[in-house]
């Protein structure tokens, strides 16, 4: 059936086509709508989208000045202009002309310019249609030479990975913002976390993320207070974890005791100590536990910031190697973090020493980089007191028998006896199984396993390898250990030896000792800062070679072997020829 309007519609167009083109196109137009519409309904109408438009301009931006290059960092535009921002372009313009560069998102960092130079530095944005408006200027001039900020707290560094490492960052006494700027080369920053508020005398946790794998990183944090603007610290480094058959470096230290001034700690040499070892710059830095000793402490009016404090001593200092070399720590007897002490009240010295430890120092938690204890403590949380993870050729494990013992391991804090016997310390069933399991499923290379000392007790390194559940053996040389441990599988130092371990770290007896025994190097750390170059319980050591203190332990690793030096340090009225700081006292190798 033909439409009822096509026969009026057909007649007007054959008059309208006499007409000129436009007035006959315009008519029939007309007479067609005319034509239709008493007898059809109305058209709908569909709403058109709005085209899209570039986007409008970022705003915020702050500049910061490097050695021939300019970090902006800005906030994106409100408007995307109805399409997604794919670009941003940052633009430094000075007399001489202008240095560009483009990025997915703020911060962006201008390469080429020039320093001592002024430029205005500017931010657009771009989207499939365009380029928007530029955003305000920021003026900026380049220098060689950064001028330092104000910032007077310290960085320690913890918990890297592949990806990853955390920055955690002190300030006793300024309040303010922070940010951290980092590249891959050193004085470049093309990256910068966002900037965080940092409240005085308040650890803060700075995440750096997004890293690649095996990549040296430089930084620089940026302090902020008030109307003042941003200034940056010393350029510091890092380095992502290495892959299997890559060299590295790490050290370790044994027990400091800033507590114990003139008699086995001074507070230059352990500068000197600090210092001479973050020059080697290891990829990490361990220490050997009785570092933040709460036991010369009153118990009857010990309170939480008087364990807190014990923890913030060692910030100054282990800041001076901590905000290059990550810290890993290990637990000893004199900081009470300790099983036996917990009342089941948040009101407890164990809890105190753990949340000081956690807060002051980041250590791992258990995750896809690194296994470790599982535990939820109340009123702690996890330990994260037992750890381990594979950096390069090897296996790096940490123990503790102070949170495994529901018995006091060594000296009770309140007074009074010790356990009743050393059976009754114990790393625990839970730990033991996680130890079995780390090695038996680990191909490293190299092992390497750190405790405070064996068993957490007495004196000796393989003296006392062969006693309790260390060696099965108790004091009366009797074999009591499928008595004592019936659901364990063999003894620690059997363990060791069956799983291949390269080297069991300990310190507590405040001396230099290298030993073997069926196959294991045990290695006793020294003190890092005796004023005194002591050879502390010499005696408890019938075989190795023993080296009085002070300094710190090198350990190289590579696909050839694995080299431990014993690096000695002294104060400088006390330097000779051949008795200087850094100088190496004894090495040996491990292939």
């Known amino acids: 059936m033909s439409h009822p309007c096509v026969p009026t519609l057909l007649a007007r167009v054959r008059i309208a086509c006499s007409a000129p083109a436009a007035a006959s196109l315009a008519l029939c137009q007309i007479v067609g709508l005319a034509a239709c519409s008493a007898s059809q309904p109305a058209a709908t109408v569909t709403p058109t989208t709005p085209a899209a438009t570039a986007p409008g301009a970022p705003s915020s931006v702050v500049a910061t000045s490097g050695n021939g290059s300019v970090s902006l960092k800005f906030t994106a535009p409100l408007s995307t202009g109805g399409s997604p921002i794919t670009s941003y372009t940052a633009t430094c313009t000075a007399s001489g002309g202008s240095r560009s560069a ?29 380029t928007g408006s530029p955003s305000p200027a920021a003026n900026v001039t380049p220098a060689a030479t950064v001028a330092l900020g104000a910032f007077a707290g310290n960085i320690v560094l913890g918990v890297p990975t592949g990806s990853s490492v955390t920055a955690n960052v002190y300030a006793p006494t300024q309040s303010g913002s922070v940010y951290i700027a980092y590249g891959t080369t050193p004085g470049v920053y093309d990256r910068q976390t966002s900037t965080v508020s940092i409240t005085a005398g308040t650890p803060l946790e700075i995440p750096i993320t997004g890293l690649t794998t095996d990549t040296r990183y430089y930084y620089r944090l940026y302090y902020a207070t008030g109307s003042a603007s941003a200034g940056p610290t010393d350029e510091y480094t890092f380095h992502t974890s290495r892959p299997a058959g890559a060299a590295f470096t790490f050290a370790a230290q044994g027990d400091s005791h800033p507590e114990r001034a003139n008699s086995e700690f001074d507070a230059t040499l352990y500068t000197r100590t600090l210092t001479a070892a973050a020059n080697d710059r290891p990829d990490f830095f361990f220490t050997s536990g ?28 282990l800041g001076i190697i901590g905000r290059s070399a990550p810290v890993f720590l290990v637990n000893g007897n004199h900081e009470q973090a300790a099983r036996y002490l917990l009342n089941g009240t948040p009101n407890s010295v164990a809890v105190w020493a753990q949340n000081a430890r956690n807060r002051l120092y980041s250590q791992p938690a258990p995750s896809a980089f690194y296994s470790g204890n599982s535990e939820v403590v109340p009123d702690v949380g996890l330990l994260r007191n037992y750890y381990a993870f594979t950096w390069g050729d090897a296996l790096f494990v940490t123990i503790d028998p102070y949170w495994g013992s529901p018995v006091c391991v ?30 038996e499923q680990s191909s490293a290379k190299y092992k390497f396993v750190f405790a405070h000392h064996v068993m957490g007790t007495q004196r000796g390194g393989t003296d006392v390898a ?17 008595a004592q441990r019936p659901t364990w599988a063999m003894p620690i130092h059997q363990l060791l030896v069956a799983n291949h371990v390269t080297i069991f770290f300990q310190g507590h007896d ?8 069926d196959g294991v190097t045990y290695q006793t750390l020294p003190e890092p800062a005796d004023p005194n170059y002591s050879l502390f319980n010499a005696d408890a050591y019938a075989t190795g070679d ?11 690793v590579g696909p ?18 051949g008795k200087t700081t850094g100088t190496v006292a004894f090495s040996y190798t491990i292939p």
């Open 102 to 130: 483009s990025g997915p998102a703020s911060p962006i960092t201008v390469q080429g310019v020039s320093n001592g130079v002024s430029y205005a530095c500017t931010v657009t944005a771009a989207n499939v249609v365009g």
């Open 290 to 317: 009785d570092d933040f000793s709460v036991d010369t402490q009153d118990p009857l009016t010990i309170t939480e910031p008087i364990v807190a404090n014990r923890y913030l001593i060692q910030r100054p200092y």
């Open 410 to 439: 060594d000296n009770p804090f309140f007074g009074g006896a010790k356990r009743s016997s050393i059976w009754d310390v114990t790393h625990g069933d839970a730990q033991y199984q996680w130890l079995k399991r780390t090695l």
């Open 466 to 482: 062969r006693l309790y559940e260390w060696g099965g053996q108790s004091q009366n040389g009797n074999y009591d250990f499928a």
């Open 510 to 517: 405040h001396i230099f000792v290298h030993q073997q025994l």
């Open 546 to 556: 023993k080296f009085p203190n002070a300094g710190y332990a090198r350990i190289s």
């Open 560 to 577: 050839t072997g694995v080299k431990v030096e014993y690096v000695r340090s002294w104060l400088p009225q006390d330097e000779l020829p």
